[in-house]
């Protein structure tokens, strides 16, 4: 297990958009990818690597994570506040997206699965790391 999924498990409040319908890795990667050209730079997953904690995060599946659903995933009062920057009480994907501290941490796993180091991140990378990162969690 690398030792920054440690550090990103508590952060990483976001497998998917949360949708009705189950999505497969495959399939998130093939939506992330925005410009089709089988890689994800960094902006890409990195807003793919959020939405998937997000959904991990939204146990009712409504779209939105409140306070009892962070802590109840690893998070606590003053994370969800930082990330709820609307203080709503319900941090949506969007608000956690654009907010730059969720962007921070996850810089961490997009380094860790751009193994070759340019700066892209293909889906076998992507694969790899998702294996990897439900291996260290169970």
Avoid at 14 to 42: I, Y
Avoid at 46 to 59: H, K, P, S
Avoid at 114 to 127: A, H, K, Q, W
């Amino acid at each position: 297990m690398r030792a920054s999924y440690l550090l990103v498990l508590p952060a990483a409040f976001f497998v998917s958009c949360a949708t009705d319908a189950p999505v497969t890795p495959e399939g998130a990667f093939k939506t992330a990818d925005a410009n089709g050209d089988g890689l994800l730079a960094r902006e890409e997953a990195t807003n793919l690597l959020i939405a998937d904690a997000f959904a991990r995060y939204d146990a009712n599946g409504d779209g939105t994570v409140d306070a009892g659903e962070y802590k109840a995933g690893g998070g606590d009062a003053e994370g969800f506040a930082k990330l709820n920057s609307s203080g709503s009480g319900a941090l949506t994907l969007e608000e956690a997206q654009a907010n730059p501290a969720a962007v921070e941490r996850m810089a961490l796993p997009f380094d860790e699965a751009d193994v070759n180091g340019n700066g892209s991140i293909t889906l076998d990378e992507f694969l790899t790391y998702r294996r990897e990162l439900e291996a260290a969690v169970r």
